[in-house]
C-alpha cells in the first residue's frame, strides 16, 4: 500500500486467496521426420510447424510418399488427436552435411519451440532417423524440455545386440523401444516409437502422465514384426530380460498388442520408472510457472506462506485425483537473514510418484481344509 498523503477516502480492491496452479500440457508431440515429397507450403524445410489433431488428415496427404513423415503422422494419428510440433529436416548440400545432421538440428530447434511456434513440445522421437547420434540429442532435449524422448534401438534385434546398445545410455528421459508393429496382416509395418509418440499423448489425455505406456492396448495394428518370447508368468525370458535392463518390448497379450515395459534408461533408481520422471517433470514446471509472478515483488512472511500454500493446494489436488501419493511443500532452514536479504527465497517440496505394479505376486496354495466338512457340505 502507497504512503502517499491522502486526506479522504480509499477503495483498495484486495485479492483473496492464492492463485490455482495449472498443470502444464504434457500429451504435445514434437516429431522430427525427413519428407523429399512433402507439400512445402504446410511443411517447409527445416522449420518447425503446429499440426493440431483436427488437420491431421489434411498433413498426412499433404506428407509425400517417401521419407518417414507420412508413416510417423499416421501412427500418432491412430493412437491420439493432439497437437503434434513438426519439423522437417532436409539434409543440406555440402558434402559434409548428413541426414543425421539435419535431424538433430531440427530436434535442437525443439528446445525454442515455445518462442518459434507457441507450443512446448512434451514427447519427442525422430521415427526412423533414430541413429544413436540422434537418440543422444533426444536425450539431452527432453532433458531442456523436460519431456520424455522415444527412440529405438538403431538396427539391433537381437536380445544381446539390443542390450549392448542400450548400455550406451543413462538419460532419465528417454525410453528405448524394441522392435516395429505391422497392419494389414504383415503387408505393412508401423514403426514403434512413432505408434508410442501416439499412444503416450493418448494416456496423458485420458489416464494421466503418471499412468506408463505399459500393458495399454495399441489400436489399428495387427502383428509385430520382430517379437520376442514373453510369458506373464516367466520373468526369465526375451522380454523380462530386456524390461529388467530398461527397453521397452511389443507383446501380444490378451487379444490385444502392447508396448510392454514401464523403465527409462536412468542410472538414477529414483527415476528408473517413466511415471516418476514424468511426475517430477509435471510438479517442476507447473511449480515454477505458477509462482513466477511472486518474482520481483516484495519478499515477506505471507507471500512466503502463500506460496508454500499454492504448491500443498496443487499437491493435495493431484494426491487427490490419483496423480501422485503426495506432495508437501516447506520453509527450508537455508533461507538466513543473508540469502533473503540479497533477495533469495527457497521454498523445498518433497513428493511421492505413484509406482506402477511391475511385479504382482499371487500366493498359491493347495490345501484340504475345504473338505473338512465334507459330509455337512452334502447333507446341505
Known amino acids: 500500500m502507497s504512503e502517499e498523503y491522502n486526506h479522504g477516502v480509499r477503495v483498495l480492491e484486495v485479492k483473496t486467496g492464492g492463485r490455482t496452479l495449472r498443470t ?13 515429397a512433402a507439400d512445402a507450403a504446410m511443411f517447409p524445410a527445416n522449420q518447425l510447424v503446429v499440426i493440431n489433431g483436427g488437420n491431421i ?17 499416421q501412427a500418432i494419428a491412430n493412437q491420439a488427436s493432439t497437437f503434434v510440433i513438426v519439423g522437417r529436416a532436409v539434409q543440406g548440400a555440402a558434402p559434409i552435411d548428413t541426414v543425421d545432421k ?23 522421437g525422430a521415427p526412423g532417423l533414430d541413429t544413436e547420434a540422434v537418440t543422444t540429442e533426444l536425450a539431452l532435449t527432453a532433458a531442456k524440455l523436460r519431456g520424455r524422448a522415444y527412440a529405438s534401438c538403431n538396427g539391433a534385434n537381437t536380445v544381446a545386440s539390443i542390450l549392448t546398445y542400450r548400455a550406451k545410455f543413462s538419460a532419465r528421459e528417454l525410453m528405448l523401444i524394441a522392435g516395429d508393429f505391422t497392419a494389414d496382416s504383415g503387408a505393412v509395418t508401423v514403426n514403434g516409437v512413432a505408434t508410442a509418440l501416439g499412444l503416450r499423448a ?4 485420458t489416464i494421466g502422465w503418471n499412468k506408463t505406456i505399459s500393458n495399454v492396448p495399441v489400436a489399428a495394428v495387427t502383428g509385430i514384426a520382430n517379437p520376442f518370447f514373453f510369458d506373464l508368468q516367466d520373468s526369465s525370458t526375451d522380454v523380462g530380460a530386456l524390461n529388467a535392463a530398461g527397453v521397452t518390448c511389443l507383446v501380444n497379450f490378451d487379444g490385444a498388442l502392447r508396448f510392454w515395459g514401464s523403465r527409462t534408461c536412468s542410472s538414477d533408481p529414483d527415476f528408473v520408472f517413466e511415471s516418476a520422471v514424468a ?22 512472511p505471507s507471500m512466503a506462506r502463500d506460496a508454500i500454500e499454492e504448491i500443498n493446494t496443487f499437491g493435495r489436488r493431484l494426491k487427490t485425483s490419483g496423480l501422485l501419493i503426495d506432495c508437501k511443500a516447506y520453509l527450508p ?9 540479497a533477495g533469495g527465497l527457497r521454498i523445498g517440496y518433497r513428493f511421492t510418484p505413484t509406482p506402477p505394479l511391475e511385479d504382482l505376486t499371487l500366493q498359491q496354495e493347495i490345501t484340504e481344509e475345504f473338505l473338512s466338512d465334507f459330509a455337512a457340505q452334502v447333507a446341505a
Not at 500440457?25 to 523429399?36: H, K, R, S, Y
Not at 493418448?202 to 489425455?205: A, L, R, S, T, W
Not at 511426475?279 to 515477506?300: E, F, S
Open 102 to 124: 539435419a535431424v538433430v538440428a531440427m530436434i535442437k530447434q525443439l528446445r525454442v519451440a515455445e518462442a518459434l511456434v507457441g507450443y512446448k513440445p512434451r514427447i519427442i
Open 333 to 341: 532452514e537455508s533461507n538466513t537473514a543473508e540469502t533473503l536479504s
Open 24 to 36: 502444464i500440457a504434457t500429451a504435445i508431440i514434437g516429431l522430427v521426420a525427413t519428407g523429399p
Open 279 to 300: 511426475t517430477a517433470q509435471v510438479l517442476a514446471d507447473t511449480c515454477a510457472r505458477g509462482l513466477a509472478a511472486y518474482v520481483d515483488g516484495p519478499i515477506t
Open 57 to 73: 488428415d489434411a498433413a498426412i496427404a499433404a506428407a509425400g510418399a517417401t521419407g518417414t513423415l507420412r508413416g510417423s503422422l
Open 202 to 205: 493418448k494416456i496423458d489425455q
